[in-house]
């Protein structure tokens, strides 16, 4: 989830071997989760909705969704507050795109 249309248009591209959704808000994000079990959500911290530590936090809160590995992206500095949400993982933008496959290979399928 990203607020920045071009950002969720590359994720589908970069990440073409897996199964990509992408949303630019968090309205509804509960009711396609339950519809739509990824193994990983990559979520924005600051979209323009809401704030994406909280809805991580939610999330990770709720056991139909807390098994749900969950990195973090921020193009501002990464608060105590947000690492303190349950996520799985940091990326911050601008980003290297092989450390970010890598983060998700670690994270998704354990190394």
Excluded: W
């Excluded at 989830?1 to 950002?7: A, K």
């Excluded at 970010?100 to 998704?108: C, H």
Aim: aromatic share 6%; with cysteine; net charge negative.
């Amino acid at each position: 989830m990203d607020d920045e249309p071009s950002l969720c248009e590359m994720a589908a591209l970069i990440f073409d071997q897996y199964q990509v959704l992408t949303l630019e808000e968090s309205s509804g994000v509960i009711g396609i989760l339950t519809s739509f079990q990824p193994d990983i959500i990559l979520l924005d911290i600051m979209l323009g909705d809401t704030d994406g530590s909280l809805l991580c936090r939610k999330l990770k809160s709720n056991p139909a969704f807390s098994h749900i590995p969950i990195v973090l992206m921020t193009a501002a500095f990464i608060k105590e507050r947000d690492k303190e949400c349950g996520a799985d993982g940091f990326i911050e933008k601008p980003f290297d795109l092989g450390a970010v496959n890598a983060l998700i290979e670690l994270i998704t399928k354990g190394g």
